[in-house]
C-alpha cells in the first residue's frame, strides 16, 4: 500500500509561482508512474501532468501551455509540481496520484491517490 501527502499550496497572486510536494510512504514509488491531477469548485477532476517510473517521459495537459512541470526524485520518494505564471483559473485541490504501471496510461484510472492540497490563485 502507498501513502501520499501532498504539500505547498495556497495562496497566491496571480503570476505568482508554486511548487507542490507529494511525499509517498508505504513503500518505494520508483517503479511507478506519477501524475498530478486537479478539481475546481463545480467542475470534474482533470489530468494535469505525469511522469514515467524513471522520469525519462513526462505529459502535460495543452491547457496549461508549458507553464507547469512535473519532476520527480526517487531517493526521496517523492514527485513535485513546478508551477509559474499562475491563473485565477488554475484555482483547484490538486492532488498527486500513483499508477503502478511504469508509464502513465492516459486516464484518470490510477492505484493510489492523495488527498489533496489546495491553490488559490487571486487576481
Known amino acids: 500500500q502507498v501513502q501520499l501527502v501532498e504539500s505547498g499550496g495556497g495562496l497566491v497572486q496571480a503570476g505568482g509561482s508554486l511548487r507542490l510536494s507529494c511525499a509517498a510512504s508505504?513503500?518505494?514509488?520508483?517503479?511507478?508512474?506519477m501524475g498530478w491531477f486537479r478539481q475546481a469548485p463545480g467542475k470534474e477532476r482533470e489530468f494535469v501532468a505525469a511522469i514515467s517510473w524513471s522520469g525519462s517521459s513526462t505529459y502535460n495537459a495543452d491547457s496549461l501551455q508549458g507553464r507547469f512541470t512535473i519532476s520527480r526524485d526517487n531517493a526521496k520518494n517523492t514527485v513535485y509540481l513546478q508551477m509559474n505564471s499562475l491563473k485565477p483559473e488554475d484555482t483547484a485541490v490538486y492532488y498527486c496520484?500513483?499508477?503502478?504501471?511504469?508509464?502513465?496510461?492516459?486516464?484518470?484510472?490510477?492505484?493510489?491517490w492523495g488527498k489533496g492540497t489546495l491553490v488559490t490563485v487571486s487576481s
Open positions: 496520484a500513483a499508477d503502478r504501471n511504469r508509464y502513465y496510461r492516459g486516464s484518470l484510472v490510477m492505484d493510489y
Open positions: 508505504g513503500r518505494t514509488i520508483s517503479g511507478y508512474a
